[in-house]
């Protein structure tokens, strides 16, 4: 095949997806990442963090990522961590290492998790035990009755899948050190957000590892960071637990791997790294501030159109109560709007990325109104 006509191939293949720059994806937490990202990306397209022996410039840029995310969240001198393909993959890494430093199966999860803990339970044979909600969040007042002799880790969510909200971390953190279990905070979506809100007065939550307890975190720059698909990074409060999933690796240029991954993209590390110190503090913080008000917007419109909102809004992401809530998003995705939907609690739910826009909002409620009548 000619090389125009395989062009002409993708080119078709690409106009049958949704593109963030319409605005009506409203059920993503992935955005347009920002065009700096995309030249990092593409300057650093063969190399691999798998064999950093050959790419040692890709690998400073990697631990330049991890120093300022760690920075950002309160990490201590003897943290380290890894950059990841996401938060599945962090969340993973983080459950495995923590099975293997304790010998124990069991991972207490807050109901609301997201799924990529089934998924690390279904491959490593871990023991879920749920931890209940109280208005969505994670119960902390249950998890000293649920924590056994067995818990390998308990882990906690800043900025919820479904709802964007924040477990009581600080109260998880405290309970988990007096029982000696390590503590996973997944901020896979939070991570970017919070700090922001924090700054900004809009919350007063501590997630990090400001907070006693907290043993990881998982946090994504292909999320709220405005970085490339695939760019997860977990973090450790101690960078030698990575010994726990040490593997010698023979092939390669350095003598051992501690990831999940084998062939790692060091693009993602060059473009994570290249947006971070682009946008710094201040320019993430304008991101959340522009999010939060079209989620503040939205939320004050969907309410005046008769709407009823699960829980007030902690980060940028609402949930509104539909009946028939799988049948009301297809219906709106026939409209060119595609939402996300949790079908066992019957609600709609709307992720105000940076790529959504406030303009917009107004056609919106229309339309979601016209499909729910
Ligand atoms: C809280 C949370 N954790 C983990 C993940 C998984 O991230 P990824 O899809 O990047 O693997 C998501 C994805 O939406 C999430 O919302």
């Known amino acids: 095949m000619k090389k125009e006509e395989i062009i002409e191939e993708l080119k078709k293949a690409r106009s049958k997806d949704t593109v963030f720059s319409s605005g009506r994806i409203l059920g993503s937490m992935c955005t347009r990442p920002h ?130 909200l924040i477990d009581p971390i600080e109260e998880m953190g405290e309970i988990c050190e007096e029982k000696g279990v390590f503590l996973h905070v997944d901020a896979a979506f939070g991570g970017f957000v919070i700090p922001f809100l924090r700054e900004m007065g809009m919350t007063e939550k501590k997630f990090d590892f400001e907070a006693n307890g907290v043993s990881s975190i998982s946090i994504d720059p292909h999320k709220m960071g405005m970085s490339v698909i695939p760019s997860g990074i977990l973090l450790l409060r101690e960078r030698k637990w990575l ?50 008000d079209t989620t503040l917007y939205a939320e004050r419109r969907l309410k005046e159109e008769g709407f009823e909102i699960v829980a007030e809004p902690e980060t940028n992401l609402i949930g509104v109560k539909v009946e028939n809530a799988g049948k009301v998003a297809k219906m709106l995705s026939r409209l060119g709007w595609k939402v996300g939907v949790d079908e ?23 339309d979601f109104r016209s499909v729910v009548s």
Not at 78 to 94: D, F, I, P, V
Not at 125 to 150: C, H, T
Not at 245 to 256: G, P, Y
């Open 243 to 292: 010994d726990a999933i040490s593997v010698e690796s023979a092939c390669t240029h350095t003598r051992k791997q501690m990831s999940l991954l084998g062939t790692r993209p060091g693009a993602a590390a060059a473009a994570s790294y290249a947006v971070m110190k682009y946008m710094g503090k201040e320019g993430y913080r304008k991101i959340v501030e522009k999010c939060m």
């Open 344 to 366: 066992e609690n019957g609600f709609i739910r709307i992720v105000f990325m940076p790529h959504v826009k406030k303009k917009l909002i107004g056609e919106f409620v229309k």
């Open 35 to 164: 065009p700096l990202a995309v030249k990092a990306y593409r300057m650093f397209i063969e190399t691999n963090l798998g064999d950093p022996g050959l790419f040692r410039g890709t690998r400073e840029l990697e631990d330049n990522v991890i120093k300022m995310t760690g920075e950002m969240l309160h990490a201590p001198p003897s943290a380290g961590g890894k950059m990841t393909s996401g938060g599945t993959e962090s969340n993973l890494t983080a459950l495995w290492i923590f099975r293997n430093m304790t010998k124990k199966k069991e991972v207490i999860v807050p109901e609301s998790a997201h799924f990529s803990f089934t998924k690390a339970s279904s491959l490593m044979g871990l023991k879920i035990k749920v931890l209940p909600s109280k208005n969505y969040v994670a119960d902390a007042g249950m998890l000293r009755e649920v924590i056994s002799r067995d818990t390998a880790c308990v882990v906690g969510i800043a900025g919820s899948t479904n709802l964007g």
